[in-house]
């Protein structure tokens, strides 16, 4: 099976690019070579390429940014994953797609599934939702994985960032009043490998049967406070972390204060996943 892999500079992204291996032949691109604002290179990478399965977790993801930039926001997560689905169809080929928890607006407090309300408080989770339906759109065989709060050793994210800032200060001041579950990079690459090893054993009915939107994150929650003291006591690290209100930490977008999901509909399916603590203690080498 030749597999498209977008984003493979990515956090998830680069993960995939290990995990979908023993898939089949994994033709790995990036922005240089497709540029998901050019609409028209997308087209171009695809029809050249000819992929039996696009797998992409290319993104838009700087939520606060998006908010002054929603044009280039919604290209990149909306308009070309459209793009990607419609190629996929003229193909024959499936796709897999990752959204996020910012889909909801997080006012009560519940685990979300897959078929409840959405709402996004920001542009980023604006464009991720028109991401999702743009695909479900093209009636193409599809998977998109809504996960959250993904972090990992490389990249761009939150426990990189409080790792650095932990280090470089007595006292870190953090959220407490917003709710998710921090979601490693490798799992989310690992169970999309174990799905689609499934889907091969599956034979012809298996995309009818289950394709469709799933919640893919670690089990448990936490907050970002919580999240920050456990990275804070897993590195060793003696700085002080204190819970805030949101409103002492204003920034551009605004955040869902409980966007915890269920992944009951994956795990059922499908496989199971790990506690979110224990995945950070695996991910820090513990
Ligand atoms: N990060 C998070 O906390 C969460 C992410 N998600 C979703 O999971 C998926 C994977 O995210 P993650 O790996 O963490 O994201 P990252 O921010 O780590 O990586 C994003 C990737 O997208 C690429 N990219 C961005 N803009 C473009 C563009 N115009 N053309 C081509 N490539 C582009 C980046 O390339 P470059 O390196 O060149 O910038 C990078 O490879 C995304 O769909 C995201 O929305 C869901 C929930 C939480
Ligand atoms: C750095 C810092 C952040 N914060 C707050 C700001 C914010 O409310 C919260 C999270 O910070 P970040 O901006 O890093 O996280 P954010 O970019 O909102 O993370 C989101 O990214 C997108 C891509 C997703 O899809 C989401 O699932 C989620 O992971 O922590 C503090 O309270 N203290 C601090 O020192
Ligand atoms: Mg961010």
């Known amino acids: 099976m030749k597999i498209l892999l977008t984003g493979s500079t990515g956090q998830v992204g680069y ?6 291996q023993g898939l089949g032949d994994v033709v790995a691109v990036d922005r240089n070579v497709m540029d998901l604002s050019n609409l028209d290179q997308v087209r171009d990478v695809i029809r050249t390429v000819r992929p039996q399965l696009i797998v992409n ?13 929603p044009e280039l926001a919604y290209r990149v997560n909306a308009e070309a994953p459209g793009l990607m689905a419609q190629e996929a169809k003229l193909l024959g080929a499936a796709m897999v797609h990752y959204s996020t928890d910012y ?32 695909i479900a759109a093209a009636g193409i065989d599809h998977l998109i994985f809504r996960t959250s709060w993904v972090y990992g050793m490389r990249g761009k994210n939150f426990l990189l960032t409080m790792m650095r800032l932990a280090s470089e ?77 949101s409103a002492e930490y204003p ?36």
């Open 57 to 69: 977790p290319a993104a838009y993801t700087a939520v606060d940014k998006a908010e002054s930039e």
């Open 169 to 245: 200060r007595e006292e870190l001041k953090v959220v407490a009043d917003q709710h998710g579950a921090p979601t490693w990079s490798r799992t989310i690459a690992d169970t999309t490998a174990l799905v689609l090893a499934q889907a091969r054993q599956g034979g012809p009915e298996w995309w009818g049967q289950n394709s469709g939107v799933y919640h893919l994150s670690a089990q448990g929650q936490t907050t970002w406070f919580e999240f920050t003291q456990a990275i804070v006591e897993a590195a060793g690290l003696s700085c002080r972390v204190l819970p805030i209100g």
């Open 15 to 20: 993960e995939l690019a290990r995990s979908l």
């Open 103 to 134: 889909v909801f607006d997080g006012s009560n407090p519940e685990p979300r599934g897959e078929d409840d309300v959405t709402g996004p408080l920001n542009v980023y989770g604006a464009s991720k939702l028109a991401g999702e339906q743009a």
């Open 251 to 286: 920034t551009p977008a605004r955040r869902p204060q409980y966007s915890v999901m269920s992944s009951e509909r994956l795990v059922s399916r499908f496989c199971h996943l790990p506690d979110w603590k224990q995945a950070l203690h695996l991910c820090m080498g513990q």
